[in-house]
């Protein structure tokens, strides 16, 4: 386990080094230098944001990418943001987080059974990847869920964006994906050998603040993934 757990440790390492995608990099660190005003003494990450949580997860969720004042800022994913909020309340109402909030990487957050990360690294202008961006990043996913797969049992897939970035990642760190791929919706549950995937809308402020997207319903897909996964 311990050489598991250092060579995902030397993926993360090698992801926050990253500099494939210029208009990532030129986006992200000009942010960092910026700042927002009410992050005006902060000292900014601004570099491309690796996943977080245990080498021996058995449920991973994906997202989109990192938010521009949030991971982008603190270095962790979901953490600093209103998204980040939503989804780690939600974590920690069904037991897989041992904190309702995630403001900094100090902050004693840890995660249970559960990884974060995401088809892209790199905080994008916009919250908007594009295709490109999205196949050049793919790589980095693969390789995380090749190393999890010893563990790994589910998965929730945070958007329509991630699903369609995910499921090409699934399938070049070995797992078999239908054919045709799965639509992506809210609740709809695929199997992919000895992994359950589900869908979930994203926790952003546009489907969180319209009731799009409830705390119930998160809580649900989560609990559900959870069983599924095996997590107390």
């Known amino acids: ?51 977080f949580g245990p080498a021996d997860a058995r449920l991973v969720l994906i997202g989109l990418a990192p938010a521009a004042h949030g991971a982008n800022r603190t270095g962790r994913m979901f953490t600093g943001d209103r998204s980040g909020d939503v989804l780690y309340q939600a974590l920690y109402d069904v037991g897989l987080a041992s904190r ?3 403001t900094h990487a100090g902050d004693g957050l840890e995660l249970y059974g559960v990884r974060i990360t995401a088809p892209v690294h790199c905080a994008p202008p916009d919250n908007k990847p594009t295709p490109g961006e999205r196949d050049t990043c793919r790589p980095w996913l693969a390789e995380e869920l090749e190393l999890l797969r010893p563990t790994l049992r589910a998965a929730v897939v945070l958007g329509a964006f991630g699903w369609q970035a995910a499921l090409p990642a699934f399938a070049a760190a070995g797992w078999t994906v239908p ?23 994203h926790v952003s402020q546009r489907n969180t603040f319209t009731g799009r997207l409830t705390p119930e319903m998160l809580r649900e897909v989560l609990r559900t993934a959870a069983d599924a996964a095996g997590l107390p």
Do not use: I, N, Q
């Not at 992506?184 to 869908?199: I, K, V």
């Open 1 to 51: 386990m311990d050489d598991h757990r250092s060579a995902l440790a030397r993926l993360d390492g090698r992801v926050t080094e990253c500099r494939a995608c210029p208009r990532l990099v030129e986006w992200r660190e000009e942010v960092a230098r910026t700042k927002r005003a009410a992050f005006a003494d902060w000292t900014y990450w601004g570099r491309p944001v690796p996943g």
């Open 100 to 102: 309702p909030t995630a």
């Open 179 to 201: 054919r045709p791929r799965p639509a992506f919706a809210h609740g709809t549950r695929t199997a992919l050998d000895g992994l359950d995937l589900f869908g979930c809308f």
